[in-house]
């Protein structure tokens, strides 16, 4: 049976010889080029130059003596540039930073001194106002001949030549990615709320352009494409970023548009992938004919592997899943690892509907001995047999191996033991009085800033000076019990990133405002906060949200932006009057920069001047106790309670 067979068999969702494994078939289930480079010293290989497989992501074009050593099964076909477009990287106009711009006219830097990767800085579509400044915009033309020059024969070497699973890549990133990458995410995610019509209709235009994209690759790849690559990234570490009811009214309809015409021109499988808490959305993507998703995080809410099988595993097939990248796959022993392989494929291997790779690209930080134990673990439980079928074997089997059960969850953050808490009922009930006995122009305030509209709620600002109304007191009794609601929506799974961010700069807007009068009165914030996403970390939507919130609860707060150096959280500590940093990571390959951090401020002599609060994706509480700091959150809301317990205020 060779590669290919395998992995129709398994994508039919029946039994092959063994589960098949993918390393390297698509940029998301590949390795980045430091962690490809050690991989190959211990798998023995002589030493190559490395090909790129995609830039922003600094992963590896995994090899075919990688390949071969560890029989990966799928390969990507994927299109090339246009003939109009060259990435060229400018290596000397930003100061600090490697940078280009993309087709899309996205710019993207990386930073000279130990950066990891490519990240976004610049969105053409951010000061957009029209439909007018979207049709204006020079799209890239899907339909140029040049990216389609070899793909047909390409796909066909692939299919019948080396017998291996065809995978064909897309024009682009999926129709949420790059709208909310051309408008950047300070924009696209209250556009949900405030900017809806201009929001569908660009995303129309990406749907449109990734139709003409397929239109042509379909049938010039014909019966050799076997998996079709979307995606969208839809959700974080906890929860869907938007709505299910935004996804369902906004962004399912555009799906499946895109889906039934790919469907309509081929019989490839459908693979989307989503990082995060996307259970919620399984069954829309079933419906609307996703075949296949991935990366699968199974350290995400919600996405426990055993139950995802139970519950959707009939209809739809887990590419990834394998190890969780964010834990176990760093921090743990090979050991570990190779008991967290075990489990997951005897979780998803049963019947097939398992395709083994893990949860997104290798990161730079991962030893070579994981790899191989996780890889060694696929070679003994992954094999279809009698008796050694994953899901299969026979008790005596495990004998000498921990269960899972007894174990200590390597997962420690989860919403069910969130410190985070949402208002009590009695909290509830004094803010409901308290609005009813609010002048009406602060209720009608208030009310802007809980529906996030920023006119409206600048408006009712004014009005309020002008019946002299003090700066102070409008902060303190409309807009923090506002915002003190929106954080309540956001715990209770009721406001999602749109609502949130739209309250946020509806509160933004009324401290442009307010602020100024504020230092002529004399009245002091809370407290000085300062916050940044650590060195190396471009991450920045949750810690804008932390950094918002904040804002709205009355500190005054220095935003150092992401990408934040020691020296500059030291330099402002050093101005004095900050009693708070916060620092924001969601990388295991930048968490380890928190401590460093500490550990200049120590240095410096100015640790003791302040507290320091971590927070992001994967960051924990005993990560948080381990690094010395003095507190952690794990949302936005709960950062604002956490900052005033630090602070005693
Ligand atoms: Co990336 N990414 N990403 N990404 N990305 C994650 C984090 C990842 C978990 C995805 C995955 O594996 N499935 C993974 C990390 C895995 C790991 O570390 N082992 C990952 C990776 C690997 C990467 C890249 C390397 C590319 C890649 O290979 N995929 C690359 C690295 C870029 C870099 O930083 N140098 C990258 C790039 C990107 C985008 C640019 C595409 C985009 C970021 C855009 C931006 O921020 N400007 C992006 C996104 C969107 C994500 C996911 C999907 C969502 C993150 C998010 O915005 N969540 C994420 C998946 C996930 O989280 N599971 C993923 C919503 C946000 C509100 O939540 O930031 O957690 P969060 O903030 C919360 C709390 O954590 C808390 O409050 C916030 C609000 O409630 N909080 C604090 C945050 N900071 C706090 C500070 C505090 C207190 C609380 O005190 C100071």
Redesign the pocket.
């Known amino acids: 049976m060779n590669s290919r067979e395998r992995g129709k068999l398994i994508l039919e969702h029946k039994e092959a010889d063994r589960v098949p494994f993918d390393l390297g078939g698509t940029v998301l289930t590949s390795i980045h080029l430091n962690a490809y480079r050690k991989l190959r010293e211990t798998l023995g290989l002589p030493e190559v130059e490395i090909g790129v497989m995609d830039i922003f992501?600094q992963i590896a074009n995994v090899d075919d003596d990688v390949r071969e050593s560890l029989s990966s099964d799928v390969r990507n076909v994927a299109p090339r540039s246009s003939a109009t477009f060259r990435i060229e990287i400018n290596t000397t106009d930003m100061p600090g930073y490697d940078f280009f711009h993309d087709e899309w006219g996205i710019g993207w830097r990386k930073p000279k001194d130990g950066g990891?990767?490519y990240?976004?800085f610049d969105h053409p579509l951010a000061e957009a106002t029209s439909i007018e400044d979207i049709n204006k915009f020079p799209w890239p033309d899907p339909t140029d001949p040049n990216r389609f020059v070899g793909l047909q024969e390409r796909a066909r070497m692939v299919a019948e030549d080396l017998g291996e699973l065809v995978i064909l890549g897309g024009l682009s990133a999926g129709v949420v990615?790059v709208t909310a990458w051309m408008r950047g995410?300070a924009k696209f995610y209250p556009d949900f709320v405030t900017n809806r019509k201009w929001l569908e209709y660009l995303m129309d235009k990406i749907v449109e352009l990734k139709m003409e994209y397929w239109d042509i690759v379909l049938p010039m790849v014909g019966e050799y494409a076997d998996v079709v690559q979307e995606a969208d990234?839809v959700?974080?570490?906890f929860d869907l970023?938007i709505s299910p009811e935004d996804y369902r009214t906004l962004i399912k309809p555009r799906h499946k548009k895109l889906f039934d015409f790919i469907k309509s021109r081929t019989n490839a499988k459908i693979f989307f992938h989503s990082?995060?808490a996307i259970r919620e959305i399984i069954p829309d993507l079933i419906e609307i004919g996703v075949d296949i998703i991935n990366?699968v995080?199974v350290n995400?809410a919600g996405m426990e592997s055993k139950a995802l099988k139970r519950d959707f595993g009939d209809e739809i097939t887990f590419w990834g899943g394998l190890v969780d990248?964010?834990g176990v796959f760093?921090n743990g022993s090979p050991q570990e690892v190779w008991d967290e392989a075990r489990r997951r494929i005897d979780d998803f291997g049963p019947g097939g509907g398992f395709v083994a790779a893990t949860?997104?690209?290798i990161?730079a930080n991962v030893p070579p001995e994981n790899i191989m134990a996780m890889w060694n673990a696929l070679q003994e439980y992954g094999v279809y047999g009698e008796n050694n079928a994953p899901g299969r074997r026979p008790e005596e089997y495990w004998e000498g191996y921990p269960l899972v059960e007894e174990k200590p969850s390597l997962v420690s953050q989860s919403p069910d033991i969130m410190p985070a808490r949402a208002m009590t009922r009695e909290e509830a009930q004094a803010l409901a009085a308290k609005q009813g006995t609010l002048p009406g122009v602060l209720a009608e305030l208030s009310e802007s800033v809980i529906s996030g509209n920023k006119t409206t709620a600048r408006d009712a600002a004014e009005m309020a000076l002008a019946e002299e109304i003090e700066p102070q007191y409008i902060i303190d009794e409309a807009i923090i019990p506002a915002m003190t609601e929106v954080g309540s929506r956001?715990e209770n799974g009721e406001y999602f990133?749109p609502e949130m961010m739209a309250s946020a700069i509806a509160t933004q807007e009324c401290m442009r405002l307010l602020r100024p009068l504020l230092a002529e009165t004399g009245a002091k914030p809370v407290a000085k906060v300062v916050?940044g996403t650590v060195k190396?970390?471009?991450?920045?939507?949750?810690?804008n949200?932390?950094a918002m919130m904040w804002e709205g609860a009355g500190f005054e707060v220095v935003d150092l932006g992401p990408d934040v150096p020691g020296g500059k959280f030291i330099a402002e500590i050093k101005k004095g009057e900050v009693e708070l940093v916060?620092?924001?990571a969601?990388?295991?390959?930048?968490m380890p920069m928190m401590r460093t951090i500490l550990g200049e401020m120590e240095s410096a002599g100015v640790r003791d001047r302040v507290k320091v609060?971590?927070?992001?994706?994967?960051?924990t509480q005993e990560f948080a106790d381990e690094i010395g700091a003095d507190g952690?959150?794990?949302?936005?809301s709960a950062?604002v309670r956490v900052a005033r317990n630090l602070l005693g205020k």
Request: net charge negative; proline share 3%.
């Open positions: 992501q990891f990767f990240d976004m990615e995410f990234d959700a974080g570490q970023l990082c995060g990366p995080q995400a990248t964010q760093l949860v997104h690209n990161q956001f990133l916050i190396g970390d471009l991450h920045d939507i949750g810690k949200l932390v916060g620092m924001s969601l990388l295991t390959t930048t609060m971590v927070g992001g994706a994967g960051v952690f959150a794990p949302d936005a950062a």
